[in-house]
């Protein structure tokens, strides 16, 4: 027997240790704990309604998250997302008050959440600015200038164009809220992109190592340059629903949402330091920090313990993986 | 107008007569240095053609001019007579110049096929990935060159001999008409070197121009047509094989003659114990193994790919955790069990991973030398510059390390001056027991007599040398001992007189 092969055969794990190593079964597996706990201490807990309704709550930080986790797969960071949806709420308001289009509103929207990608990326990834630093700026510039504009006061959504509130209180077939039905097709569309299209195997091989990636013939730049405007339209995406579900344009929409976010992605196992992770895995991860709010709402726990216990769970949830990776890697 | 290894005959037949790269009046340079300077290369299809030099001859950034890693500041590149311009590695990948690098360069957390597609994945319907595809292709190029690798392993979890497989398995995946090998056989085994061989021979067959870079002479000899040497960024010679002996060569190489490699000048060992290991065994490999080191003697650890030489030198200096065993460094038991501990009682180790476990690249010489011993400088909690700058700078002048100055990025220097750094930093700190592991990888013959000679030296001052080798003979030049490992346990120790070739390889195999 070649020593290659005997090499080999001791890094191939059992299929079921391999199955239990990937994160994405773990979470489930915390899901599922999860909602069975609460199924049985919580009246009304596991019905449809209150499920559908966790989903539609969901929605706003699964699909701001996909943006979030790409970022984070290409070694980079975005925490301009919450300021971001307060932004993004007052060109889709004003236009939609002026013209009564919600496309024009959307579109409006859409094109301001991408200069603001394309500033957050053109400064990190062309200008080489740590990005923690461009998107942390590019967040208090944005809340600031929110702030200046309305006078800290909330424009109202005066156009009430029903397809614009059907964003937040409509329904598909009358079960599920149309807002989680955007967050699955972008999570089905991400997802698929990450997995199978070359941009997405692109955008792990830039994060897992920048330096071969650019060996292999990528634009290492223009990768993180996109993932940036992924991650600021998928934002506008989120501000957009917030926005419906509010009527208005706040400026404090979306304060602290980005930590909001970073916590269910970081929980779902996709890693700050790039080229690990899945979208699966943030999407649990959502799953569980969302169902477990609602849960312990319903026990009536007051949400200052809902903070802490977020808080510890993290950092157990990042312990444990760091504690599997130490022993998989048999240092 | 290309040649596919993984499908031949499906490429055109390529012309003979128009050279398959020609580099003319290469410039390149450096803050302060003159990389290359005028150099001409040029490159035969079908041919495989050597490139021969000693650390910072140039050979590095003639290949990363090749693959578009750096720019040229002057001089033309014509491929097959047509003038390019290779800005970047994706227009020298365009081009059909395939480079495997001799620092590893994949996606750990890839799979080795994805990574054996990572500069072009095969695309299907609709431009979704088939990674059915890239999943038989790697498996059936992995049978055609006969390496023995699982194409659906995590990358990161292979050992370095396997990466180096997959690196040279990419090269050949996609069209290439222009193939550079740079150090391919580093970590590969006699029987995988000679797999290798038969590839390249096979790729020079199908019209492909090859570049060998290596410092092994005999390698050389065996596969070469053509031999370029380098030095100082100079371009000495390009002369058919059967043109040099070892000796042209190495004189080429270096401008002056090397009579022994292994100048020894240290008398004979002493009788103290200086390491002493008992029953040691670690979860992953070691099984049970036991000797004795003394002081002022070099102690040839020899065996296969995969027989535990690295593991046992991070067991026995703390760095990785054991199950068993007892090891006493100069009288006193290392326990607990780690690196503080080791370095305390003065064993450390001179890793075979430079770059990842050695050096901290960024920093300048300076620090990576004082690191171990910032003590020593300390006053009141603070390190006394003035006097660290002294006692590294001791250490430039004794190991006449190469560098500009202290404070240039360590990450710059050569291999050979590099490892020299890491040598300084343990002795600085007063070791009595260094453990060195492959200390010449990647280091050229000019700097590798530099390197036995300061081993040399350092048993001669009375350190017990620890020395882990695949190579045979830098195995019988240095040592007073030799022990051979296989699979984890010892399997022979024999004194130097006793030691041949057949005896040390027949206890290598078990």
């Given at each position: 027997m070649s020593l290659a092969s005997t090499a080999s055969a001791k890094t191939q794990p059992s299929t079921l240790a391999r199955l239990f190593a990937r994160q994405e079964l773990a979470l489930l597996v915390c899901l599922i704990l999860v909602l069975a706990f609460f199924s049985v201490t919580v009246e009304n807990f596991f019905s449809v309604r209150n499920l559908t309704n966790v989903l539609g709550q969901a929605s706003l930080p699964l699909i701001a998250g996909i943006g979030c986790a790409v970022v984070f797969i290409s070694g980079e960071v975005d925490i301009s997302i919450g300021s971001l949806l307060a932004t993004i709420a007052l060109p889709l308001i004003i236009i939609m008050n002026d013209t009564n289009s919600l496309l024009l509103g959307v579109g409006g929207a859409l094109l301001f959440g991408l200069i603001i990608g394309a500033v957050n990326g053109y400064l990190t990834?062309?200008?080489?600015?740590?990005s923690l630093i461009v998107t942390l700026g590019t967040m208090f510039i944005m809340r600031g200038g929110v702030y200046l504009y309305t006078g800290q006061r909330a424009i109202p959504d005066?156009?009430?164009?029903d397809s614009f509130i059907a964003l937040s209180d409509g329904r598909l077939f009358n079960i599920m809220p149309y807002s989680a039905v955007i967050a699955i097709i972008l999570l089905v569309a991400f997802g698929y992109m990450m997995r199978h299209r070359p941009f997405g195997r692109q955008i792990y091989a830039v994060g897992g190592n920048q330096e071969v990636a650019r060996l292999a013939g990528y634009d290492v730049r223009r990768v993180k340059f996109v993932c940036f405007i992924i991650s600021a339209l998928l934002a506008t995406v989120a501000g957009i629903i917030l926005a419906a579900r509010v009527g208005s344009a706040q400026h404090t929409a979306g304060l602290n949402f980005e930590f909001q976010v970073v916590a269910a992605t970081v929980l779902g196992g996709v890693s700050l330091a790039g080229g690990i992770g899945s979208l699966t895995g943030m999407a649990l991860g959502v799953l569980i920090l969302q169902f477990l709010s609602n849960g312990l709402r319903g026990l009536g726990l007051p949400t200052e313990w809902q903070l802490v216990i977020t808080g510890m769970i993290i950092i157990a949830a990042v312990a444990f993986d760091e504690a599997k990776r130490r022993r998989a890697n048999g240092g | 107008m290309s040649v596919d290894f993984l499908h031949p005959g499906e490429g055109v037949v390529i012309d003979k007569d128009v050279p398959a790269l020609e580099l003319r009046g290469i410039d390149k340079r450096f803050p302060g240095v003159v990389a290359l300077d005028n150099v001409d290369f040029t490159l035969e299809p079908g041919k495989i053609h050597a490139l021969m030099g000693e650390n910072g001859a140039g050979k590095s950034t003639l290949i990363k001019i090749m693959a578009g890693v750096y720019g040229k500041d002057a001089g033309t590149i014509r491929l097959r007579g047509r003038e390019v311009d290779i800005k970047s590695p994706r227009d020298s990948l365009k081009e059909g110049i395939k480079v495997v690098f001799q620092e590893i360069a994949l996606i750990s957390e890839f799979t080795v096929a994805e990574n054996i597609f990572l500069e072009g994945y095969p695309t299907g319907r609709a431009g979704s990935i088939d990674w059915k595809k890239i999943r038989a292709d790697s498996a059936a190029l992995f049978n055609r060159i006969g390496f023995n690798v699982?194409?659906?392993?995590?990358?990161?979890?292979?050992?370095v001999s396997q990466q180096q497989m997959v690196e040279i398995a990419r090269a050949l995946a996609h069209e290439a008409r222009v193939v550079v090998m740079d150090e391919p056989t580093s970590s590969l085994t006699p029987n995988e070197v000679s797999l290798l061989f038969t590839v390249i021979q096979r790729l020079a067959s199908l019209g492909i121009a090859v570049v060998y870079v290596s410092h092994k002479l005999d390698e050389v000899f065996e596969i070469a047509d053509t031999v370029t040497v380098l030095r100082d960024g100079r371009h000495i010679s390009t002369k058919?094989?059967?043109?040099?002996?070892s000796d042209t060569l190495i004189q080429d190489m270096i401008g002056r003659r090397i009579d022994n490699l292994f100048p020894r000048q240290r008398g004979a060992a002493g009788s103290k114990v200086a390491l002493s290991v008992e029953k040691l065994s670690t979860a992953k490999k070691l099984d049970d193994v036991s000797f004795e080191a003394r002081a002022g003697e070099v102690l040839g650890f020899f065996g296969l790919m995969g027989a535990g030489r690295t593991e046992l030198a991070k067991a026995i200096v703390g760095y990785d955790p054991i199950i068993s065993g007892k090891i006493t460094v100069d009288g006193s038991?290392?326990?607990?069990?780690?690196t503080r501990t080791g370095v305390r009682l003065g064993i450390g180790l001179l890793t075979e991973d430079r770059k990842s476990e050695g050096l901290m690249g960024e920093l300048p010489v300076y620090q990576n030398a004082s690191l171990a011993s910032l003590g020593a400088f300390a006053r009141l909690g603070f390190v006394d510059k003035a006097k660290e700058h002294r006692a590294v700078q001791d250490y430039v002048d004794r190991f006449r390390i190469k560098t500009p100055s202290l404070f240039q990025q360590v990450k710059n220097l050569s291999g050979g001056n590099q490892q020299k750094v890491l040598i300084s930093r343990w002795l600085m700190r007063g070791l009595k027991v260094i453990v060195v592991d492959e200390p010449t990888r990647g280091i050229d013959v000019g700097a590798k007599s530099e390197i036995f000679a300061l081993i040399d030296r350092l048993a001669g001052e009375g350190l017990a040398v620890v020395m882990m080798t695949s190579e045979m003979p830098e195995l019988l030049g240095l040592s007073d001992r030799i022990a051979v490992m296989c699979e984890g346990r010892l399997t022979a120790i024999m004194s130097r007189d006793e030691a041949t070739q057949e005896n040390i390889l027949n206890a290598a195999i078990g």
């Open positions: 990834a062309y200008a080489g600015i740590n005066d156009a009430s164009l | 699982d194409p659906a392993a995590r990358t990161g979890s292979l050992p058919p094989i059967g043109e040099h002996t038991r290392l326990a607990p069990h780690d």
